[in-house]
């Protein structure tokens, strides 16, 4: 596979248990975010999105926490599954503007 | 449908050689984007075009070049190409500058 991601912040869990990914994003006037993941040798894949008027969004399995006030946004990932391992990467997004990633965090699940 | 098409997925160039990578979308997305990622690092984009006609700069832009041919595909061109550009090239394409975006398969480019 690719050698993406090589210094990334690393999270393990063990199958079965809850995850929580954090981040922290730059710019108070971004209106938009996006968690992305990406297995490796493969292109970043769309999991949720939440816009800035909500500070909550459940998916399946997946919920996306949006805390404006200290500019953090969270994936939470439930019951965690062996194909749940990639990193994930947060995104945001200002009034249309560019979309701009962060560093991404690689997730590996324990068996 | 097939997405986000990039095309090559592999490719080796020299110092000094030229190329161009070929990205098309079939979904009629309006906005589309080329980002490069480095080992350890995220997606940094290179260049975007928010609609058909219209391209701009990124956070890495330069020694590339961008043309949006139509609303379908949006080519990036290396016109001299250095060591410091290998890594792995994503073409993304979203309705709008305010959706999430689709991203193609890659292409690893090293440049020897």
């Known amino acids: 596979g690719e050698n993406v991601g090589l210094h990334l912040p690393t999270l393990s869990v063990q199958e079965g248990d809850n995850s929580i990914i954090n981040c922290a994003y730059s710019?108070?006037?971004?209106?938009?975010f996006i968690w992305y993941k990406q297995e490796s040798g493969k292109g970043p894949q769309f999991i949720i999105d939440i816009r800035s008027n909500m500070d909550k969004r459940q998916g399946q399995r997946v919920t996306v926490l949006l805390n404006k006030t200290v500019k953090h946004l969270s994936l939470q990932i439930a019951a965690t599954q062996p194909g749940d391992s990639a990193v994930y990467f947060c995104?945001?997004?200002?009034?249309?503007?560019?979309?701009?990633f962060g560093q991404g965090t690689r997730l590996t699940i324990n068996p | 449908n097939a997405g986000v098409t990039q095309t090559p997925k592999f490719q080796v160039l020299k110092t000094g050689q030229s190329m161009t990578l070929q990205c098309a979308q079939d979904m009629n997305h309006n906005s589309m984007y080329w980002y490069r990622q480095d080992p350890g690092m995220g997606l940094r984009l290179i260049y975007y075009s928010a609609s058909e006609g219209t391209t701009d700069k990124g956070e890495v832009p330069n020694g590339y070049n961008v043309s949006r041919l139509n609303k379908r595909e949006f080519s990036l061109r290396l016109e001299s190409a250095a060591p410091s550009q290998t890594s792995v090239y994503f073409c993304?394409?979203?309705?709008?500058?305010?959706?999430?975006?689709?991203f193609g398969q890659g292409t690893r480019l090293t440049v020897v």
């Open positions: 710019n108070s006037a971004s209106d938009y």
């Open positions: 995104a945001e997004n200002v009034k249309g503007q560019k979309l701009v």
């Open positions: 993304a394409s979203g309705t709008n500058m305010n959706t999430e975006a689709f």
